[in-house]
């Protein structure tokens, strides 16, 4: 199967949610971007900047059901990814994640108070990144971080398949890979999930002074942090060139920083 020609392909069937990512933009030169957009949370524009001469990054948002068998779970889901190496895996994730995520919504048991687990609220996902929460009400009632991890690993294991399949013919689809930050807003409740170097940013308005306030959100993972190293060693013990300093820059097997 050609999963690229797959990824750029018509918009999404009647039945998905609105792929406001689809919709019409402006261009500006290497710049795209939308203002005013609407999503059942609200509001919201993005934009994209070109780095290189073939793009390798992919943007979605979705709005509207985050369950394929349930309705009235509404939500809006943001996606960023930021490939390395070549465009196929931003793509990948870009078409598949979501849905996988829908999927898993579906099928998961109701999830407790959210008080319940604000405890792990910055718990670190095994080969997952981190997931964080931010409370905006009470109620916590569609998605939870067991739903987001299992998204996120059925997204990696489908395109592992993908590159096992195809690699007598594409051999080099092993060397490309992407970032992934993800943000959901489900029942008030905003999660935000991440693999790499990605940063979400939450922008918060001081009331009197009009001043707004950045809080990070999201936990990078880049070899030039030293808990990165320690834990990307303690994970291969048995491979001394985990990480290698090259040129004073760490990067993971000497390639690559994330």
């Avoid at 710049?31 to 934009?47: C, H, I, P, R, T």
């Avoid at 994730?93 to 008080?115: G, M």
């Amino acid at each position: 199967m050609d999963y690229l020609r797959s990824c750029w392909g018509p918009g999404s069937p009647a039945g998905r949610p609105r792929r406001l990512s689809d919709a019409a933009g402006r261009q500006e030169g290497l710049l795209w971007y939308k203002d005013g957009g609407q999503v059942v949370d609200g509001e919201f524009s993005m934009a994209m900047v070109q780095a290189n001469n073939l793009l390798e990054d992919q943007g979605q948002v979705e709005s509207g059901p985050l369950s394929t068998t349930e309705p009235d779970l509404q939500g809006t889901f943001v996606g960023v990814y930021d490939g390395h190496g070549g465009p196929e895996t931003a793509c990948y994730i870009n078409d598949h994640l979501f849905n996988h995520l829908r999927s898993k919504a579906s099928t998961a048991t109701e999830v407790h108070a959210f008080d319940q687990i604000a405890i792990k609220a910055s718990t670190m996902l095994s080969d997952l990144g981190s997931v964080h929460y931010a409370r905006f009400a009470s109620e916590h009632k569609c998605m939870s971080a067991d739903v987001i991890r299992k998204a996120f690993q059925a997204t990696e294991e489908g395109f592992i398949s993908v590159v096992s399949n195809q690699w007598s013919l594409r051999p080099q689809l092993a060397a490309v890979g992407s970032c992934c930050l993800v943000g959901v807003v489900c029942s008030g409740t905003l999660y935000v999930a991440n693999l790499g170097d990605s940063r979400a940013v939450l922008g918060r308005l001081v009331r009197g002074t009009g001043e707004v306030l950045a809080m990070q959100l999201s936990a990078e993972h880049n070899a030039s942090y030293e808990e990165v190293r320690q834990e990307l060693q303690a994970s291969h013990p048995d491979d001394p060139h985990i990480v290698v300093l090259r040129h004073n820059v760490w990067r993971v097997k000497g390639i690559i920083q994330v």
